[in-house]
């Protein structure tokens, strides 16, 4: 069995779908259906709810953390992107299509990079839950034996990913195709901007962390990985 059960997202939240790149990837997300976090209409770009108590996650990570990280950073990103999204053709996209659409086109930077940060910070909300961690069971374990071998190779993999990322981003895994891979992702990038399905993220910008592990990064990845990571998240996204 898989642990921590959740409920499985509502499916007017955030919905895509595997395919190539572009406005193709935006299009086949309506139809080849995977839940993930986010509200689906750029006109309605909120602030998720948190999806358990703000204190839940401590010791690991501390209530004061999710309140700068979630209310101010988070809440920050999903401001900026609405005001960049008033009166312009993505006024009525979705929130995957300005992601897609706005990808490596340097006249939307801006947009593309709060819009590609509200998705990574409500899917690593969703990569943890209390009680977490761990060695998982059920489908997410056999896909990961058969792309890595064995869960002490992922885990290694993943955490010199989160470890070695320079600077502010994201380690994932990501769907590929059938095959399962770690990526890591500078600043606001994210996967599915490269036509990959991601699974679970941890972020690794420093607000973070800092409050509570300082400059400790492992410390921090070593807490995720070993009481937070939420396998019952990433098995209901793979496809």
Same mark, same amino acid.
């Not at 929130?95 to 300005?98: P, S, V």
């Given at each position: 069995?898989?642990?921590?059960?959740?409920s499985?997202v509502?499916?007017?939240e955030?919905?895509?779908?595997?395919?190539v790149?572009?406005?193709?990837?935006a299009?086949?997300?309506?139809?080849?259906?995977?839940?993930?976090a986010?509200?689906?209409?750029?006109?309605d770009v909120?602030?998720?709810e948190l999806?358990y108590?703000? *204190?839940a996650?401590?010791? +690991? !990570?501390?209530?004061?953390? !999710?309140?700068? +990280?979630y209310?101010? +950073?988070h809440?920050?990103?999903?401001?900026?992107?609405k005001?960049?999204?008033? *009166?312009?053709?993505f006024e009525k996209?979705s929130?995957?299509? !300005?992601i897609?659409?706005t990808? *490596?086109?340097s006249?939307?930077?801006?947009l593309?990079?709060?819009?590609?940060?509200v998705f990574?910070h409500?899917?690593?909300?969703?990569?943890?839950?209390?009680?977490?961690?761990g060695?998982p069971?059920?489908?997410?374990?056999?896909e990961?034996?058969?792309?890595f071998g064995?869960?002490?190779?992922?885990?290694?993999?993943?955490?010199?990913?989160?470890?070695?990322q320079f600077?502010?981003?994201?380690?994932?895994?990501?769907?590929?195709?059938?095959t399962?891979k770690?990526?890591?992702?500078a600043?606001?990038?994210?996967?599915?901007?490269?036509?990959?399905r991601?699974l679970?993220?941890?972020?690794?910008?420093? +607000?973070?962390?800092?409050?509570?592990?300082?400059?400790?990064r492992?410390?921090?990845?070593?807490a995720?990985?070993?009481?937070?990571?939420n396998w019952?998240?990433?098995?209901?996204?793979?496809?």
């Open positions: 069995m898989v642990r921590n059960r959740i499985l509502n499916r007017r955030f919905i895509i779908g595997m395919g790149a572009g406005a193709a990837l299009a086949a997300c309506r139809e080849d259906a995977g839940s993930f986010l509200e689906d209409s750029g006109s909120q602030l998720p999806p108590a703000p *204190g996650l401590a010791p +690991h !990570i501390s209530e004061n953390t !999710i309140s700068f +990280h209310g101010k +950073h809440q920050g990103y999903v401001n900026k992107t005001a960049a999204i008033s *009166g312009t053709e996209a929130l995957e299509e !300005i897609i659409k990808a *490596g086109k006249d939307w930077a801006a593309f990079n709060n819009a590609a940060q990574n409500s899917f690593f909300w969703k990569s943890m839950t209390p009680g977490g961690g060695e069971g059920g489908r997410i374990a056999e990961i034996r058969r792309s064995d869960y002490g190779k992922f885990a290694e993999a993943f955490t010199n990913a989160a470890a070695t600077g502010s981003g994201w380690a994932w895994l990501v769907q590929d195709g059938d399962l770690i990526l890591q992702t600043n606001a990038d994210t996967p599915i901007a490269k036509g990959m991601p679970i993220t941890i972020d690794v910008w420093e +607000h973070a962390y800092y409050l509570d592990y300082q400059n400790r492992s410390d921090y990845i070593k995720y990985m070993d009481s937070l990571l019952d998240f990433a098995e209901q996204n793979l496809v």
